[in-house]
């Protein structure tokens, strides 16, 4: 049986890999953000570790977090690299 937590995570990267899978254009890319739940997470878990109130799970969940916004960011750096012929 799957946790909460293993399903929030698994969310974060699943709602990211659906949006990539359905080939999204450049404009698409550049103005993605996380749906408005992932978000709130996001916005608790930071302000909880914050107040050092993070569990270790809750800890491992924001990493994750921390690492899908990693991918997009450097995703939309490419994208705008390339746009101005740098890439």
Request: negative net charge; hydrophobic residues 40%; charged residues 35%.
């Amino acid at each position: 049986m799957v946790n909460m937590l293993e399903t929030k995570v698994r969310d974060v990267f699943a709602v990211i890999i659906k949006f990539l899978v359905s080939l999204p254009s450049d404009d698409e890319v550049l103005a993605y953000h996380l749906p408005d739940d992932l978000q709130e997470r996001l916005s608790d878990l930071l302000q909880r570790n914050r107040e050092h109130q993070l569990t270790m799970e809750e800890r491992e969940e924001l990493d994750d977090f921390v690492h899908a916004d990693t991918m997009i960011s450097l995703l939309k750096t490419k994208i705008r690299l390339r746009q101005r012929g740098l890439g």
